[in-house]
Protein backbone atom coordinates (compact mmCIF):
# COMPACT_ATOMS: atom_id res chain seq x y z
CA UNK A 1 0.00 0.00 0.00
CA UNK A 2 1.72 3.27 -1.54
CA UNK A 3 0.27 6.81 0.42
CA UNK A 4 0.30 9.68 -2.43
CA UNK A 5 -1.71 11.62 0.95
CA UNK A 6 -1.60 10.93 4.29
CA UNK A 7 -4.58 8.63 4.96
CA UNK A 8 -6.49 8.93 8.12
CA UNK A 9 -6.03 6.48 11.10
CA UNK A 10 -9.03 4.26 10.18
CA UNK A 11 -8.38 4.15 6.74
CA UNK A 12 -4.84 2.96 7.36
CA UNK A 13 -6.46 0.24 9.95
CA UNK A 14 -9.25 -0.76 7.46
CA UNK A 15 -6.41 -2.05 4.71
CA UNK A 16 -4.15 -3.34 7.45
CA UNK A 17 -7.32 -5.70 8.22
CA UNK A 18 -8.64 -6.34 5.17
CA UNK A 19 -4.63 -7.87 4.14
CA UNK A 20 -4.50 -9.66 7.27
CA UNK A 21 -8.19 -11.57 6.54
CA UNK A 22 -6.81 -12.51 3.51
CA UNK A 23 -8.89 -10.27 1.23
CA UNK A 24 -8.26 -11.05 -2.24
CA UNK A 25 -5.31 -8.90 -3.86
CA UNK A 26 -5.13 -7.09 -7.23
CA UNK A 27 -4.43 -9.48 -9.53
CA UNK A 28 -0.33 -9.96 -10.04
CA UNK A 29 1.00 -7.11 -12.23
CA UNK A 30 -0.99 -4.41 -10.77
CA UNK A 31 0.74 -3.68 -8.27
CA UNK A 32 0.42 -0.03 -6.47
CA UNK A 33 3.75 2.34 -7.36
CA UNK A 34 6.10 2.12 -4.25
CA UNK A 35 7.51 4.78 -1.93
CA UNK A 36 10.93 2.88 -2.09
CA UNK A 37 11.95 2.47 -5.47
CA UNK A 38 15.08 0.96 -5.85
CA UNK A 39 15.12 0.15 -9.56
CA UNK A 40 13.70 2.84 -11.12
CA UNK A 41 10.20 1.03 -11.85
CA UNK A 42 7.77 2.41 -9.83
CA UNK A 43 7.25 -0.52 -7.22
CA UNK A 44 9.23 -1.23 -3.85
CA UNK A 45 12.26 -3.69 -4.45
CA UNK A 46 10.96 -7.21 -3.30
CA UNK A 47 14.68 -8.80 -3.19
CA UNK A 48 15.82 -6.32 -0.29
CA UNK A 49 19.01 -8.25 1.61
CA UNK A 50 18.55 -8.89 4.97
CA UNK A 51 21.00 -6.13 5.71
CA UNK A 52 18.67 -3.35 3.70
CA UNK A 53 15.74 -4.66 5.76
CA UNK A 54 17.20 -4.45 9.22
CA UNK A 55 19.19 -0.58 8.47
CA UNK A 56 15.59 0.63 7.20
CA UNK A 57 14.08 -1.00 10.53
CA UNK A 58 16.56 0.42 12.61
CA UNK A 59 16.27 3.65 11.34
CA UNK A 60 12.81 4.12 11.72
CA UNK A 61 13.34 3.23 15.07
CA UNK A 62 15.87 5.87 15.87
CA UNK A 63 13.89 8.60 14.33
CA UNK A 64 10.85 7.19 16.90
CA UNK A 65 13.38 7.45 19.56
CA UNK A 66 14.18 11.36 18.55
CA UNK A 67 10.21 12.06 18.39
CA UNK A 68 9.76 10.43 21.62
CA UNK A 69 12.70 12.17 23.49
CA UNK A 70 10.71 15.58 22.01
CA UNK A 71 7.34 13.95 22.88
CA UNK A 72 9.20 13.80 26.95
CA UNK A 73 8.60 10.08 26.96
CA UNK A 74 11.10 7.44 28.63
CA UNK A 75 12.89 5.38 25.92
CA UNK A 76 10.76 2.38 24.27
CA UNK A 77 12.64 -1.00 25.13
CA UNK A 78 13.46 -2.74 22.41
CA UNK A 79 11.17 -6.24 22.55
CA UNK A 80 12.32 -8.95 21.01
CA UNK A 81 9.33 -8.73 18.97
CA UNK A 82 10.63 -5.14 17.77
CA UNK A 83 13.89 -6.76 16.96
CA UNK A 84 12.83 -10.05 15.12
CA UNK A 85 10.58 -7.74 13.07
CA UNK A 86 12.84 -7.65 10.00
CA UNK A 87 13.69 -11.37 9.99
CA UNK A 88 9.71 -12.07 9.89
CA UNK A 89 9.86 -9.66 7.20
CA UNK A 90 12.55 -11.34 5.05
CA UNK A 91 10.30 -14.17 5.13
CA UNK A 92 6.98 -12.62 3.19
CA UNK A 93 6.55 -13.57 -0.47
CA UNK A 94 4.70 -12.09 -3.00
CA UNK A 95 2.11 -9.76 -2.05
CA UNK A 96 2.20 -10.07 1.43
CA UNK A 97 5.67 -8.73 1.23
CA UNK A 98 5.18 -6.23 -1.46
CA UNK A 99 2.28 -4.77 0.93
CA UNK A 100 4.47 -5.14 4.14
CA UNK A 101 7.98 -3.57 2.33
CA UNK A 102 5.15 -0.17 0.98
CA UNK A 103 4.08 -0.48 4.77
CA UNK A 104 7.39 0.29 6.13
CA UNK A 105 8.23 2.66 3.36
CA UNK A 106 5.26 4.44 4.14
CA UNK A 107 5.99 4.88 7.92
CA UNK A 108 9.77 6.16 6.93
CA UNK A 109 7.77 8.88 4.44
CA UNK A 110 5.60 9.77 7.16
CA UNK A 111 8.61 9.96 10.27
CA UNK A 112 11.55 11.67 7.88
CA UNK A 113 9.27 14.79 7.26
CA UNK A 114 7.89 14.50 10.87
CA UNK A 115 10.66 14.41 12.83
CA UNK A 116 12.30 18.03 10.29
CA UNK A 117 8.98 19.74 10.99
CA UNK A 118 9.20 19.45 14.58
CA UNK A 119 12.89 19.59 14.73
CA UNK A 120 12.38 23.01 12.90
CA UNK A 121 9.99 24.34 15.34
CA UNK A 122 11.91 23.00 18.53
CA UNK A 123 14.41 24.99 16.83
CA UNK A 124 11.69 28.43 16.74
CA UNK A 125 11.18 27.82 20.29
CA UNK A 126 8.00 26.19 20.07
CA UNK A 127 6.47 23.62 22.54
CA UNK A 128 6.72 20.67 20.43
CA UNK A 129 5.46 18.02 22.58
CA UNK A 130 2.03 17.36 21.87
CA UNK A 131 2.82 17.15 17.89
CA UNK A 132 5.55 14.94 18.89
CA UNK A 133 3.27 12.70 21.03
CA UNK A 134 0.63 12.88 18.09
CA UNK A 135 3.71 11.33 15.59
CA UNK A 136 4.86 9.00 17.88
CA UNK A 137 1.42 7.52 18.30
CA UNK A 138 0.72 7.42 14.58
CA UNK A 139 4.25 5.75 13.89
CA UNK A 140 3.79 3.21 17.26
CA UNK A 141 0.16 2.03 15.57
CA UNK A 142 1.27 1.79 11.99
CA UNK A 143 4.23 -0.28 13.34
CA UNK A 144 1.94 -2.44 15.52
CA UNK A 145 0.21 -3.24 12.40
CA UNK A 146 3.21 -4.52 10.50
CA UNK A 147 4.26 -6.45 13.56
CA UNK A 148 1.13 -8.01 13.69
CA UNK A 149 0.87 -8.49 9.70
CA UNK A 150 4.29 -10.39 9.67
CA UNK A 151 3.61 -11.91 13.18
CA UNK A 152 0.80 -13.79 11.79
CA UNK A 153 2.37 -14.82 8.41
CA UNK A 154 4.69 -16.40 11.22
CA UNK A 155 1.70 -18.49 12.75
CA UNK A 156 0.42 -19.77 9.60
Known amino acids: MHLSRPLGLLQWGLSIAAFAMNVPTPPT ?4 PSAFDLNGDGFAETSLPMETLRMRWEAIHTDAQTIGKMAQL ?9 HGCPDLLSN ?3 DQRDFALNTLAD ?4 LKPGV ?20 WCEFHRCRQALMDLVEANRLT
Do not use: F, H, K, Y
Request: no cysteine.
Open 29 to 32: GTRQ
Open 74 to 82: AREPITQQI
Open 92 to 94: LSG
Open 107 to 110: IEVM
Open 116 to 135: TALQNMQASGADVTAPALAL
